[in-house]
């Protein structure tokens, strides 16, 4: 039995980049709201981590992964993004600094509006000894 994700998603999309061995992956989400009794920081952190497991899970460790989260509903927020890094080294710290960054410093960037989440992922050559 999977655990329940504290976002739903309402809109998935793939797409391949053959030429550069590579694929898009995007997502566009809402997150649910935190019970009562949840402190909002706490609550915040585990949807920041099961965002990043839902998309990165699949990656392998050699491959590289970029990320990227728009606010569409205030589009007067900038936009999130973590540059291209091997995928064992998208933690999510580095995630959760990031967005925690961009949080504090722009209240209105809501997890109840619409986020719109894509990675980037570039498949590696496994090199043959």
């Known amino acids: 039995m999977s655990k329940e994700l504290p976002f739903l998603i309402l809109d998935e999309t793939s ?3 053959p030429k550069f ?5 995007s997502l566009l989400i809402t997150y649910n709201s935190p019970v009562e009794y949840q402190n909002p920081v706490t609550y915040l952190n ?5 965002l990043r497991d839902y998309k990165v899970v699949d990656v392998p460790g050699i491959d ?10 205030n589009v007067e927020n ?6 291209l890094r091997p995928r064992d080294q998208l933690k999510h710290d ?3 600094s990031v967005i925690g960054k961009v949080i504090e410093s722009n209240a ?16 590696m050559a496994a090199l043959n000894g």
Do not use: M, P
């Open 15 to 17: 797409k391949s980049l």
């Open 64 to 73: 590289i992964v970029g990320l990227r989260i728009r606010n569409i509903q």
């Open 108 to 123: 209105g960037f809501g997890l109840s509006d619409r986020l719109e989440v894509h990675l980037y992922h570039v498949k």
């Open 46 to 50: 585990e949807c920041i981590r099961a």
């Open 78 to 83: 900038k936009l999130v993004g973590i540059r």
């Open 94 to 96: 580095v995630v959760w």
């Open 21 to 25: 061995n590579a694929t898009y992956r």
